[in-house]
Nanobody
Framework: QVQLVESGGGLVQAGGSLRLSCAAFGRGRTFSTADMGWFRQAPGKERAFVAAITWSGETYYTDSVKGRFAISRDNAQNTVWLQMNNLKPEDTAVYYC??????????????????WGQGTRVTVSS
């Protein structure tokens, strides 16, 4: 079982920045060999892929955040981050961290992950 704890959400003005953190705890596959992802769910919309980082450090992003968001990880700290710059009102959502211990390589899909965090809310005002 793996527990994911997210933090770093909040209220920010358009153009501002936030850094989300996700710490992994538990007895799942060693964090350093797990793929990690960030998804978000805006009000009235389905949960959608934002970014992913593989165990080897490859990164993937949805088109709308390329050049603004950066995902990174520190295996020694069992933590993954999402640095979000130049935030826009359309980035407003609850952001979820996800953990794939089976290395499905289905980074963009909700079913590609085994564990999820509780979510952290990001609100971007115009």
């Amino acid at each position: 079982q793996v527990q994911l704890v997210e933090s770093g959400g909040g209220l920010v003005q358009a153009g501002g920045s936030l850094r989300l953190s996700c710490a992994a705890f538990g007895r799942g596959r060693t964090f350093s060999t797990a793929d990690m992802g960030w998804f978000r769910q805006a009000p009235g919309k389905e949960r959608a892929f934002v970014a992913a980082i593989t165990w080897s450090g490859e990164t993937y992003y949805t088109d709308s955040v390329k050049g603004r968001f950066a995902i990174s990880r520190d295996n020694a700290q069992n933590t993954v981050w999402l640095q979000m710059n130049n935030l826009k009102p359309e980035d407003t959502a609850v952001y979820y961290c996800a953990y794939d211990q089976q290395i499905r390589s289905q980074y963009y899909a909700i079913h590609g992950y085994d564990y999820w965090g509780q979510g952290t809310r990001v609100t971007v005002s115009s």
